[in-house]
């Protein structure tokens, strides 16, 4: 039977598996109808399911799962795939702002702890911004937000190749200030 079984063995391609933290990692065994199934992986995963999931996928869960299977006449076969988990996005807009009505700029620094990411800059007011990509811009607040007095400023990221899917946003405040008017009183 020792021979047997090392004449019938095989060894399938290694496959790359790519998730994101937090989603579920599907491992589909076959085919279908064997005497056994025996998963193995990181962090001491093991599973006798033919199909089984990791449910929430952590950094943790990357690396190397292999698929052992038996047949009825004790063949087996190993495969093996590489799970790859990529962090989500995780921005910051910032601390509030406070910059003077007479101010025609603003520089703002986003960042982002996480996974990569594309980032997209929004106002509730009506100002611009130079860029609107990217973890920095500078703001240019119009004469509605001037009156206004206050915008809301939206860092938003959505993440890059597992986590295509994924977005995630961050609020601060712009508040413009009134300049006060100077006045002197001269008296004879």
């Given at each position: 039977?020792?021979?047997?079984?090392?004449?019938?063995?095989?060894?399938?391609?290694?496959?790359?598996?790519?998730?994101?933290?937090?989603?579920?990692?599907?491992?589909?065994?076959?085919?279908?109808?064997?005497?056994?199934?025996?998963?193995?992986?990181?962090e001491?995963?093991?599973?006798?399911?033919?199909?089984?999931?990791?449910?929430?996928?952590?950094l943790?869960?990357?690396?190397?799962?292999?698929?052992?299977?038996?047949?009825?006449?004790?063949?087996?076969?190993?495969?093996?795939t590489?799970?790859?988990?990529?962090?989500?996005?995780?921005?910051?807009?910032?601390?509030?702002?406070?910059?003077?009505?007479?101010?025609?700029?603003?520089?703002?620094?986003?960042?982002?702890?996480?996974?990569?990411?594309?980032?997209?800059?929004?106002?509730?007011?009506t100002?611009?911004?130079?860029?609107?990509?990217?973890?920095?811009?500078?703001?240019?607040?119009?004469?509605?937000?001037?009156?206004?007095?206050?915008?809301?400023?939206?860092?938003?990221?959505?993440?890059?190749?597992?986590?295509?899917?994924?977005?995630?946003?961050?609020?601060?405040?712009?508040?413009?200030?009134?300049?006060?008017?100077?006045s002197?009183?001269?008296?004879?």
């Amino acid at each position: 039977m020792t021979d047997r079984k090392l004449s019938c063995s095989r060894r399938r391609q290694d496959q790359i598996l790519p998730s994101v933290e937090g989603s579920t990692i599907n491992l589909y065994g076959g085919p279908d109808g064997l005497i056994s199934y025996s998963w193995t992986g990181p962090e001491g995963f093991a599973s006798s399911l033919q199909n089984t999931t990791i449910y929430p996928a952590t950094l943790a869960n990357a690396g190397t799962y292999t698929l052992k299977v038996v047949d009825e006449e004790g063949c087996e076969t190993e495969a093996k795939t590489t799970v790859l988990v990529q962090r989500r996005p995780a921005v910051s807009a910032g601390a509030d702002l406070y910059i003077c009505e007479t101010e025609e700029q603003i520089l703002i620094a986003g960042s982002n702890s996480g996974g990569p990411a594309t980032y997209l800059w929004t106002t509730s007011g009506t100002g611009h911004f130079e860029p609107d990509g990217g973890l920095s811009t500078r703001y240019h607040p119009s004469d509605g937000d001037r009156e206004a007095g206050r915008v809301n400023i939206t860092l938003t990221a959505v993440g890059i190749g597992p986590c295509g899917t994924f977005s995630t946003s961050d609020d601060m405040t712009l508040s413009i200030l009134k300049v006060p008017e100077a006045s002197i009183n001269v008296a004879f």
